[in-house]
């Protein structure tokens, strides 16, 4: 607890990725008080053809607390 599931269009390298999933570990665990042992950081590469049906038609706005979701109609 907590876990983080970030979906993204592909393309970025994995280095990229282990520097933002680091870093969002380092705000967790300031702002929640977690330790690093209890969280959790997953990306997943989403082809940008299906991202409206994989990824946006799926967000619930309500539960958002940053940005919009993108629509790549």
């Not at 870093?23 to 940008?48: F, Q, W």
């Not at 706005?61 to 940005?67: D, H, I, P, Q, R």
Request: aromatic share 6%; glycine share 4%.
């Amino acid at each position: 607890m907590p876990h983080i599931d970030i979906n993204m269009f592909a393309g970025r390298d994995d280095e990229t990725k282990k520097r933002v999933a680091d870093a969002l570990v380092e705000t967790m665990m300031k702002e929640l008080g977690c330790a690093k042992e209890h969280l959790s950081v997953a990306i997943h590469d989403v082809n940008p053809a299906d991202w409206d049906e994989q990824i946006a038609d799926k967000v619930d706005e309500a539960k958002l607390f940053a940005g919009k979701v993108y629509r790549n109609k």
